[in-house]
């Protein structure tokens, strides 16, 4: 588990994320070393060093660690980050390393589609699983008696966003630890450790790394026993990341901050836009000055993202619009570079209407987007 570099939080998110968990430079040495393929490591006498079995620590991790938590937490030297091989393998570790039997947890009754599951899993092993709504602090309503509360702010697919602080402040009155989803923010977007929470918990797999290719998953938090945990459960299952993918999540994350500046931009004209058309219903991005969430996530973000959801009028219009764009995927997942969009109830697992779209907005030229976009809009109501 690897810290920040401190005094690295003088530096704007450009020059941090460009040199973010790089070593010191050695002479004729590259200056991101290459991946270390390595199941086991020379160690003779006494298990000392920092390596020496593949599922516990890898070179390659660690540089990839430090460069996410000068991310998620620059200039703090008591915080730690541990990344695991996909988004669902670092919120698992979370949930089921701090939970046991009697347990309360609250849950967003609006988050990610797989956390139902999570649900089910957690109360055959006895934990008791609450949940409300991201919208207007709704959690703060179940929080007495739980020992975790799971935030996703903003919510995906529906882009609610909640006081983080507010629900921090509120859960640690009461004895409860809590963790952030991060995914769709980013750290560029929003730190949830400087709201006060006690992980950041993310998909690398989507915007952090964006280019599609990858799964990875990280927890970032305070060093101690709630952290050891976390490193424990990773080394009991074996939810441990290649050193492959490990390192290219660590070459994408030197653009990030130019792929997230791109492709918030980009959203932004893409929901006003949008907002144009008299056949969208439910339009939501958090940037747009009259989201119901604008004002609550202008005090705690600093970007407001890269996805823009809205409804069509019917499943068919929504299928038929997909299917006539011309630089947008279909495709599940969000963060590339590549624009995707997709008909979320397809899933069966979001409580959203059957016209409801996610789009992900890439680092295609706006204009070229947005032409798209209401170009496809058009044919799919002939």
């Not at 003088?10 to 002479?27: C, F, N, Q, S, Y």
């Not at 947890?105 to 589609?113: A, H, I």
């Not at 299928?319 to 570079?337: I, K, N, P, Q, W």
Request: proline share 6%.
């Amino acid at each position: 588990m690897s810290g920040s570099t401190a005094g690295a939080d003088r530096t704007g998110d450009g020059t941090r994320a460009v040199r973010a968990g790089l070593p010191e430079p050695v002479k004729h040495e590259p200056t991101l070393p290459g991946p270390v393929f390595a199941a086991h490591f020379h160690l003779p006498g006494e298990v000392t060093g920092p390596y020496s079995y593949g599922r516990d620590d890898n070179p390659t991790w660690t540089h990839l660690e430090r460069a996410i938590g000068e991310l998620e937490a620059p200039g703090r030297d008591d915080v730690g980050t541990l990344v695991f091989a996909s988004g669902m393998a670092a919120i698992s570790a979370v949930l089921f390393s701090q939970l046991r039997a009697g347990d309360a947890v609250v849950l967003p009754s609006d988050g990610y589609q797989v956390l139902p599951l999570v649900r089910a899993q957690l109360e055959a092993y006895g934990v008791e699983v609450r949940s409300a709504p991201t919208g207007g602090d709704a959690q703060l309503d179940v929080l007495d008696g739980a020992r975790l509360l799971w935030i996703e702010s903003p919510s995906n697919p529906g882009l609610d966003v909640c006081d983080i602080r507010r629900l921090v402040e509120a859960a640690h009155a009461r004895g409860a630890l809590v963790a952030v989803d991060n995914t769709l923010a980013t750290p560029l977007g929003q730190r949830p450790l400087e709201l006060g929470a006690d992980f950041s918990v993310a998909s690398g797999t989507k915007q952090l790394t964006g280019h599609g290719d990858l799964l990875l998953g990280y927890v970032t938090g305070r060093d101690g026993e709630a952290m050891t945990a976390v490193r424990r459960w990773r080394k009991i299952v074996g939810a441990v990341s290649g050193p492959m993918e490990a390192w290219l999540a660590h070459r994408s994350i030197a653009t990030l901050h130019l792929r997230v500046d791109r492709q918030n931009a980009t959203a932004l004209a893409v929901a006003e836009a949008l907002r144009q058309r008299p056949e969208i219903s439910g339009l939501r991005y958090p940037g747009l000055p009259d989201d119901p969430s604008h004002q609550v996530a202008s005090r705690q973000m600093r970007r407001y993202g890269c996805v823009v959801s809205f409804t069509l009028p019917t499943r068919a219009r929504a299928e038929r619009f997909l299917e006539v764009l011309h630089l947008v995927e279909d495709a599940t997942s969000f963060g590339g570079v590549r624009s995707t969009a997709e008909r979320r109830r397809r899933w069966g697992g979001d409580a959203v209407p059957e016209g409801f779209i996610r789009l992900s907005v890439g680092a295609e030229d706006p204009e070229d987007l947005v032409a798209d976009v209401l170009r496809a809009l058009d044919a799919s109501a002939e």
